[in-house]
């Protein structure tokens, strides 16, 4: 399970951030996940889908897609009921989560 977390759609960057995850990720092709957004201040923004480049990151590492679940919840686009510190950098938590492994 991937998820919640900061989506596309709340993720907005400048270009040194894209750059880094563009040189991180080269292998997965990462463009695919990036979309161009406004200028502000004379600089170039971009979204950024760390889920999809997760999701291609696990594909990669030999995971079944039937086995991957994401969630469609953004933590900023939620900020009313879940951490965000894009959504308030004042007011903000922290989320966490457990990972347990079914034995046999």
């Not at 960057?13 to 990036?34: A, G, Q, Y």
């Not at 679940?69 to 965000?84: G, V, Y």
Request: proline share 2%; with cysteine.
């Amino acid at each position: 399970m991937i998820g919640p977390s900061i989506l596309s759609c709340c993720f907005e960057v400048d270009e040194d951030v894209k750059d880094l995850f563009v040189e991180t990720f080269e292998n997965l092709k990462v463009m695919e996940n990036i979309k161009l957004g406004n200028k502000k201040d004379g600089k170039q923004k971009y979204f950024i889908d760390t889920m999809g480049i997760n999701y291609k990151e696990m594909l990669s590492l030999g995971l079944q897609k039937e086995h991957i679940c994401l969630s469609s919840i953004c933590t900023k686009c939620n900020k009313d009921w879940m951490h965000s510190y894009r959504g308030d950098p004042i007011e903000n938590g922290r989320n966490i989560a457990f990972i347990c492994l079914k034995g046999d």
